[in-house]
């Protein structure tokens, strides 16, 4: 049996699964304080005591190399509660097993990569826009890191035309973040982007953001799938505008595959972060990068 969990800034998802990396149980814990939320984990993983290894995706910025003072913990957050604090380092406290430990988006974009939309690919991107926008890099079955973890939900974009809104990310105002994730719709309009029409305005304007950015990612990267996820991207029509706005864009500079098969959705759902944690619990046994079976 393998561990997973998905710290998130509303809620950690905790979860145990089995060899194949199914779900055998699973709770949600909401994100409060770090002592309070810990027992909480420790109460639901102390019920499985034969588990081998456990896998951690956190919401972030958060300290992964190893060579750092920092490794493992959660750092520059806006959570105060949670800044500087040595996440892993309390959860090793009680558990003797192999973690591992990367970004929400990494263990999301891990799970897609080994049995979701790009399990037939040996590169990919996932990028979830939600709350806040983050993303991951996977390239022949390796996360991409270096000095730090990637920030892609941070690179500064370009307005649209049509759109004078000045950002809301407390760091960069007009990055892909601040321009495009939920809370910025929010603050343009007054309500929740849920609440607005599939046929506003403010969809292709988003999608002109993302493609942005994908574009950028695709030339950097090139990696063979694009997979988005995230609570915007549930509106029906978001990813074909991004398509279309990314063709338009990229205008046939570089060859991509289909785009309907290249800038797809995420295959797990809700569920890809869960399983990328017990990917990522099954890789830690030998700390190495498995190759796909």
């Known amino acids: 049996m393998f561990g997973a969990i998905e710290a998130g800034g509303t809620k950690f998802v905790c979860a145990v699964g089995d060899e194949k990396f199914q779900i055998v149980d699973k709770t949600s814990i909401p994100t409060t304080y770090p002592e309070g939320t810990l027992q909480k984990i420790f109460n639901f993983f102390d019920g499985y005591r034969n588990l081998k290894a456990m896998g951690i995706g956190s919401f972030g910025p958060i300290g992964t190399n190893k060579k750092s003072e920092t490794y493992g913990y959660i750092t520059s957050t806006p959570k105060k509660n ?122 292709r304007i988003i999608a002109y953001y993302l493609a942005q950015a994908l574009v950028n990612y695709t030339l950097i990267l090139r990696p063979e799938k694009i997979i988005l996820g995230g609570g915007v991207m549930d509106q029906p029509r978001m990813i074909d505008f991004v398509r279309e706005e990314f063709s338009l864009l990229l205008a046939n500079y570089v060859e991509t595959p289909d785009l309907v098969s290249y800038i797809v959705t995420p295959a797990l759902g809700n569920n890809a972060g869960i399983t990328g944690g017990f990917i990522l619990a099954h890789r830690s046994l030998s700390d190495i990068n498995f190759a796909k079976e």
């Open 82 to 203: 949670w800044r500087n604090f040595n996440l892993l380092g309390e959860i090793k406290k009680h558990y003797s097993i192999p973690i591992g430990w990367t970004t929400d988006v990494n263990a999301a974009c891990l799970g897609e990569y080994q049995v979701g939309s790009a399990s037939a690919n040996n590169s990919c991107i996932y990028l979830t826009v939600g709350t806040g926008i983050g993303g991951g890099a996977i390239l022949d079955g390796k996360i991409v890191e270096g000095f730090g973890h990637t920030e892609m939900g941070h690179i500064i974009i370009r307005n649209h035309t049509d759109d004078d809104f000045e950002g809301v990310c407390p760091y960069h105002k007009n990055c892909l973040e601040g321009l495009a994730a939920g809370p910025s719709i929010e603050k343009r309009y007054g309500v929740k982007a849920q609440n607005l029409g599939a046929d506003h305005r403010i969809w």
